[in-house]
Protein backbone atom coordinates (compact mmCIF):
# COMPACT_ATOMS: atom_id res chain seq x y z
CA UNK A 1 0.00 0.00 0.00
CA UNK A 2 1.75 3.29 -1.27
CA UNK A 3 0.63 6.76 0.25
CA UNK A 4 0.89 9.75 -2.09
CA UNK A 5 2.91 12.77 -1.11
CA UNK A 6 1.17 16.29 -0.88
CA UNK A 7 3.20 17.38 -3.65
CA UNK A 8 1.92 14.37 -5.67
CA UNK A 9 -1.72 15.60 -5.98
CA UNK A 10 -3.61 18.22 -8.44
CA UNK A 11 -6.48 20.06 -8.84
CA UNK A 12 -8.59 18.13 -10.94
CA UNK A 13 -7.69 15.23 -10.05
CA UNK A 14 -10.65 12.24 -9.56
CA UNK A 15 -11.11 8.61 -8.05
CA UNK A 16 -14.76 7.00 -7.89
CA UNK A 17 -15.97 3.75 -5.67
CA UNK A 18 -18.76 2.11 -6.83
CA UNK A 19 -21.62 -0.53 -5.10
CA UNK A 20 -24.93 -1.77 -5.55
CA UNK A 21 -26.80 -1.48 -2.35
CA UNK A 22 -28.22 -4.60 -0.89
CA UNK A 23 -30.91 -5.63 1.71
CA UNK A 24 -27.86 -6.99 3.76
CA UNK A 25 -25.86 -3.74 3.29
CA UNK A 26 -29.13 -1.60 4.89
CA UNK A 27 -29.45 -3.76 7.90
CA UNK A 28 -25.76 -4.23 8.90
CA UNK A 29 -25.71 -0.30 8.66
CA UNK A 30 -28.68 -0.21 10.75
CA UNK A 31 -26.87 -2.27 13.32
CA UNK A 32 -23.90 -0.40 13.01
CA UNK A 33 -25.23 2.74 13.07
CA UNK A 34 -28.35 2.43 15.20
CA UNK A 35 -30.32 4.14 13.10
CA UNK A 36 -33.64 1.69 12.74
CA UNK A 37 -35.76 4.27 11.84
CA UNK A 38 -38.75 2.54 9.85
CA UNK A 39 -38.51 4.29 6.93
CA UNK A 40 -35.15 2.14 6.28
CA UNK A 41 -36.13 -1.19 7.52
CA UNK A 42 -39.74 -2.09 7.63
CA UNK A 43 -41.38 -1.81 4.70
CA UNK A 44 -44.63 -2.00 5.55
CA UNK A 45 -44.24 1.73 7.43
CA UNK A 46 -41.96 2.94 4.50
CA UNK A 47 -45.04 1.71 2.12
CA UNK A 48 -47.09 4.42 3.37
CA UNK A 49 -44.68 7.05 2.91
CA UNK A 50 -44.73 9.61 -0.28
CA UNK A 51 -41.58 6.78 -1.87
CA UNK A 52 -43.30 3.74 -1.24
CA UNK A 53 -41.03 1.72 -0.52
CA UNK A 54 -37.92 1.36 2.14
CA UNK A 55 -35.18 4.03 1.87
CA UNK A 56 -31.48 3.55 2.47
CA UNK A 57 -29.85 5.27 5.09
CA UNK A 58 -28.69 9.05 3.42
CA UNK A 59 -25.15 8.04 5.75
CA UNK A 60 -24.65 5.34 3.48
CA UNK A 61 -24.07 7.62 0.77
CA UNK A 62 -21.61 9.48 3.04
CA UNK A 63 -19.99 6.02 3.81
CA UNK A 64 -19.14 5.82 -0.07
CA UNK A 65 -17.26 8.76 -0.26
CA UNK A 66 -15.55 8.09 3.02
CA UNK A 67 -14.19 4.79 1.49
CA UNK A 68 -12.90 6.24 -1.79
CA UNK A 69 -11.42 9.19 0.44
CA UNK A 70 -9.89 6.50 2.33
CA UNK A 71 -8.93 4.66 -0.37
CA UNK A 72 -8.31 5.88 -3.23
CA UNK A 73 -8.28 9.59 -3.46
CA UNK A 74 -6.26 10.79 -1.42
CA UNK A 75 -5.95 7.38 0.35
CA UNK A 76 -4.14 5.89 2.47
CA UNK A 77 -2.72 7.39 5.74
CA UNK A 78 -5.19 11.05 4.68
CA UNK A 79 -6.82 12.35 7.63
CA UNK A 80 -10.55 12.90 6.99
CA UNK A 81 -11.38 16.06 9.09
CA UNK A 82 -14.91 17.14 7.64
CA UNK A 83 -17.66 16.61 5.21
CA UNK A 84 -20.59 18.66 4.01
CA UNK A 85 -23.07 16.32 2.36
CA UNK A 86 -26.28 17.49 0.85
CA UNK A 87 -28.87 14.50 0.53
CA UNK A 88 -31.20 14.80 -2.91
CA UNK A 89 -32.47 12.58 -4.14
CA UNK A 90 -33.55 9.18 -2.00
CA UNK A 91 -31.53 5.63 -2.56
CA UNK A 92 -33.20 2.32 -2.44
CA UNK A 93 -32.36 -0.76 -1.70
CA UNK A 94 -30.70 -2.65 -6.00
CA UNK A 95 -29.53 1.17 -6.61
CA UNK A 96 -25.92 1.26 -7.33
CA UNK A 97 -24.22 4.14 -6.29
CA UNK A 98 -20.29 5.74 -7.28
CA UNK A 99 -19.05 7.92 -4.88
CA UNK A 100 -16.60 10.26 -6.93
CA UNK A 101 -13.96 12.38 -5.24
CA UNK A 102 -11.81 15.81 -7.32
CA UNK A 103 -9.63 17.78 -5.94
CA UNK A 104 -10.79 21.00 -5.63
CA UNK A 105 -7.98 22.99 -3.99
CA UNK A 106 -4.94 22.49 -2.20
CA UNK A 107 -3.59 25.03 0.92
CA UNK A 108 -1.32 24.26 3.77
CA UNK A 109 -1.84 26.24 7.49
CA UNK A 110 0.41 26.80 10.14
CA UNK A 111 3.36 28.02 8.61
CA UNK A 112 3.18 25.01 6.13
CA UNK A 113 2.98 22.37 8.21
CA UNK A 114 -0.67 21.13 7.48
CA UNK A 115 -1.36 20.40 4.55
CA UNK A 116 -4.89 20.12 3.38
CA UNK A 117 -7.13 19.23 0.20
CA UNK A 118 -10.32 19.98 -0.10
CA UNK A 119 -12.47 17.74 -2.37
CA UNK A 120 -15.88 18.09 -3.76
CA UNK A 121 -17.92 15.26 -3.48
CA UNK A 122 -20.61 13.82 -5.51
CA UNK A 123 -22.97 10.24 -5.43
CA UNK A 124 -24.54 9.13 -8.88
CA UNK A 125 -26.99 6.04 -9.29
CA UNK A 126 -27.01 3.71 -11.76
CA UNK A 127 -29.39 6.25 -13.72
CA UNK A 128 -26.26 9.49 -13.34
CA UNK A 129 -28.53 11.31 -10.71
CA UNK A 130 -26.81 13.05 -7.92
CA UNK A 131 -28.06 11.62 -4.92
CA UNK A 132 -25.64 13.08 -2.57
CA UNK A 133 -23.15 16.47 -2.92
CA UNK A 134 -20.91 18.24 -0.97
CA UNK A 135 -17.33 18.90 -0.16
CA UNK A 136 -14.40 17.17 2.27
CA UNK A 137 -11.71 18.23 4.11
CA UNK A 138 -8.44 16.54 4.18
CA UNK A 139 -4.90 16.50 5.99
CA UNK A 140 -2.35 14.53 4.24
CA UNK A 141 0.17 13.10 6.73
Known sequence: MTTKKYEDFKVGDKAEHSKTV???DVVLFAGISGDFNPLHINEEFAKKSQFGKRLV????SSALISAVIGMKLP?????????????RKPVFVGD???ATAEVAEKFTKKEGTLKFLKINTVVTNQNGVVVTD??????IM
Open 22 to 24: TEA
Open 57 to 60: HGCF
Open 75 to 87: GPGALYVSQISNF
Open 96 to 98: TLT
Open 134 to 139: GEALVI
